[in-house]
């Protein structure tokens, strides 16, 4: 069994229902913790609707809530949502504002135990870019 993520009559995403039921879970904790909705619908006979419009507002905003976050545990915590929904964003075609993420990396180190901290934007876009192979039906 698998669920559908759809923009219109495009599907974006078709993950098994255990994956689906655990990104949906992750985009209520991530609405509530950056106060957006993220323009993913409910799940509804197996699919949900993606409005673009608000689905681009949220990435952007989760992204510069990721960025700021200084804490290591919720970085780390956080990261795996993050690059999906980073992925999400690049299958829709909808462009992402790495800009203020950018700016954020150069003022500090991710987490102090990694000496490759500073280059945590670039690594992020890596690991979204990787996921994009493992989502597109």
């Not at 509530?32 to 993913?40: N, R, T």
């Not at 990261?79 to 999906?84: D, L, Q």
């Amino acid at each position: 069994m698998s669920q559908y993520y759809d923009l219109g009559d495009r599907t974006l995403w078709n993950p098994s229902n255990g994956a689906s039921r655990l990104f949906m879970s992750q985009v209520t904790v991530y609405q509530a913790e950056v106060g957006l909705p993220s323009g993913i619908g409910p799940m509804e006979a197996d699919e949900c609707q993606i409005d673009p419009i608000a689905f681009a507002t949220f990435v952007d905003a989760l992204l510069a809530w990721h960025s700021k976050t200084r804490h290591a545990v919720m970085a780390t915590l956080s990261e795996g949502f993050v690059a999906t929904v980073l992925a999400l964003a690049e299958i829709a075609n909808i462009e992402v504002s790495w800009q203020a993420a950018k700016r954020a990396e150069s003022h500090y180190l991710k987490t102090a135990s990694d000496p490759h901290a500073k280059e945590w934007t670039a690594a992020l876009q890596q690991k979204s870019r990787e996921l994009v192979r493992h989502m597109v039906p």
